[in-house]
């Protein structure tokens, strides 16, 4: 079992900054990576970001250059830094543990609770 544990969500006005959090417990050694993905229409959630233990990354094309997935290996940890905020990011923002080979994300069954984005305009 894996717990991933949200936060850093709120209220920014657009063009700001946020740091949003994911702290991992339990068996977090039977996966190599942890993804950000974001709540889209309905039940889909849109990867956007993946790093794997030792420090590959991998983006969506679209979330480059305003999304960086970085990690604290000793905190147990991943972070996603989200500058220049729309207001189309508002939604509720994942993180999953599963594998990372490559390019290529694999998502386990294991999600945290989210957290909440919300820019306003």
Known sequence: QVQLVESGGGLVQAGGSLRLSCAA????????????????????RGLIAAIRRDGVTMYEDSVKG?????????????????????????????????WLTGAD?????????????????
């Open 105 to 121: 994300y694999e998502p386990a069954d294991y999600w945290g609770q989210g957290t909440q984005v919300t820019v306003s305009s």
């Open 25 to 44: 417990s339990g068996s977090t050694a039977s996966f190599n990576a942890i993804a950000w993905y974001r709540q889209g229409s309905g039940t889909l």
């Open 66 to 98: 305003r999304f960086t997935i970085s990690r604290d290996n000793a905190k147990n940890t991943v972070y996603l830094q989200i500058n220049s905020l729309k207001p189309e990011d508002t939604t509720v923002y994942y993180c999953n543990a599963g």
